[in-house]
């Protein structure tokens, strides 16, 4: 596996791992519930955390344009499956599990002879 494929692998499960971690705090704190409205009021109570969602979000829209797009240029199926994984999970489990895939794909069509 090459460096790149194994530096995304790591950070997309750094992306499970440390995410969930604190979402699971989460549900424990709303006795063992996700309430999606209480998550979204916590996570702007103040301007530090207002900045910091609205980074995260602006960065995802982002990120999701571009794997739609790049998964259509590189004929990767399955595109919208990252689009569910961020929402659902993470986008910090999302975004490096895309680019684990793709960087596979482009290692691949590098090992293809010319044509």
């Known amino acids: 596996m090459s460096v790149p494929k ?3 692998l790591l950070l997309a499960i750094a992306g499970l791992v440390m995410t969930w971690y604190y979402n699971l705090q989460f549900i424990s ?3 063992g519930s996700f309430d999606i409205a209480a998550f979204v009021a916590a996570s702007s109570t103040n301007a530090v955390s207002k900045s910091l969602s609205w980074d995260l979000a602006i960065a995802c829209i982002a990120g999701l344009s571009w ?3 790049e998964s259509r240029r ?3 199926r399955f595109f919208w ?3 569910l994984l961020a929402f659902g999970i993470a986008f910090a489990f999302a ?8 960087q596979g794909k482009l290692e691949a069509m ?3 002879p010319p044509q």
């Open 29 to 31: 704190e709303s006795q």
């Open 6 to 8: 194994i530096l995304y």
């Open 81 to 83: 499956v990252y689009i």
């Open 110 to 112: 590098d090992k293809l």
């Open 95 to 102: 975004f490096p599990l895309f680019l684990f895939v793709r």
């Open 67 to 69: 794997i739609y797009f």
């Open 74 to 76: 590189l004929g990767l």
